[in-house]
């Protein structure tokens, strides 16, 4: 019997209930991806003031350097994964019917996976000048 094993009421470890060893990482990926939108958010509003006034050419020319385009693609996946990783916390805290929360689960992932897609498609077609 291991040291925190002494601590589990007989049933729990019986069930196999406890940790499932994977709380850890979600948390490193939500705090990673909520510093790297510190810096990109920086980034995106300073992009934004320097086009206060552009035209649409100079807005699209800036939006296809590859930098900008690169920087801004980078925001996007964090912006949309720190979201779905929020809105999976607060469904599993306070979602308590099982097949409302897989629902809720799935259609969440689905939903920023395809606004995801859609804005880094966007970004992609005007770097590529299309």
């Known amino acids: 019997m291991s040291q ?20 850890v ?6 705090r990673v991806t909520a510093v790297a939108l510190l810096a990109l958010c920086v980034y995106v509003v300073y ?3 320097s086009l ?4 649409y050419q100079a807005a699209r020319a800036a939006v296809a350097h590859p930098c900008n385009a690169t920087l801004l693609v980078a925001f996007l996946v964090a912006m ?8 999976q916390v607060v469904i599993e805290d306070y979602v ?4 409302l929360a897989l629902t809720s689960q ?21 770097a590529l000048g299309a």
């Open 4 to 23: 925190s094993d002494k601590y589990r009421h007989p049933i729990k470890n019986a069930r196999g209930l406890g940790s499932a060893k994977d709380g």
């Open 25 to 30: 990482h979600h948390f490193m990926v939500q």
């Open 47 to 49: 992009l934004l003031v």
């Open 52 to 55: 206060i006034g552009s035209d």
């Open 80 to 87: 949309f994964w720190h979201g779905q990783l929020g809105m």
């Open 96 to 99: 308590h019917t099982p097949w």
């Open 106 to 126: 799935l259609v969440v992932k689905f939903v920023c996976a395809l606004a995801a897609l859609a804005s880094i498609f966007a970004v992609v077609r005007i």
